[in-house]
């Protein structure tokens, strides 16, 4: 059995209800939630880009990436517990997240240590992985967050790499053998989905 960070979300989604409350009572609405996540992501994204070369832009990013695990799990909340599940907001959240993935990540490839095409191909894999997520209730089945590199696995990893690289320490070849397993593990989220959302469909029409 895969286990992945995504399967930790309960436990902070439950620390995360009291301050989920407090939002709902004060208007805050959950598509607001999700378009700050994404704009705060290409601004960060953006100080990567801008300063390739400077550690503090890099530091930021697990810092960041934190944040924006609590947001999209507080918009989910909002929407579901609160009255505020949309079409749009549904529109939105898979957008976002693909923006912000985007833009969080790609700019890794500027940055001394990482390999572009590497970094490239991650995040491409990571899209399509989450492609294949969504179109699991074209075929029958729900939306399907199956791992083994799920969006908080990513964010773990490539926090751990900025963190590292941030810090000046030595990579080495050591972050071309990372992402060329985040690659590999990318690919098999992608068949690992498609397959459960098959088995899925095919059990709901049986």
């Not at 751990?160 to 053998?177: M, N, S, V, Y």
Request: proline share 5%; glycine share 12%; no cysteine.
């Amino acid at each position: 059995m895969l286990i992945t960070i995504y399967q930790l979300k309960p436990a902070f989604q439950t620390l995360l209800r009291p301050v989920v409350g407090q939002l709902a009572r004060r208007g805050v609405s959950a598509n607001g939630v999700t378009l700050a996540a994404t704009l705060a992501s290409i601004v960060v994204g953006g100080l990567i880009a801008a300063w390739p070369e400077a550690a503090w832009p890099l530091l930021v990013l697990p810092v960041f990436l934190f944040v924006r695990m609590a947001l999209n799990a507080i918009d989910g909340m909002l929407a579901r517990e609160h009255q505020q599940q949309s079409r749009l907001g549904a529109i939105l959240n898979e957008l976002g997240d693909a923006v912000s993935d985007a833009a969080l990540y790609l700019p890794l490839a500027l940055v001394s240590g990482f390999s572009p095409a590497l970094v490239v191909g991650v995040v491409v894999l990571a899209l399509i992985g989450e492609m294949t997520g969504i179109l699991g209730p074209s075929v029958g089945a729900s939306r399907r967050y199956d791992g083994p590199m799920g969006k908080s696995d990513r964010a773990f990893v490539f926090g751990a790499l900025a963190l590292w690289a941030g810090l000046g320490l030595p990579a080495q070849f050591a972050f071309d053998w990372i992402l060329g397993a985040m690659a590999l593990l990318a690919a098999w989220t992608i068949f690992n989905r498609a397959r459960k959302a098959l088995a899925e469909g095919d059990s709901g029409h049986g």
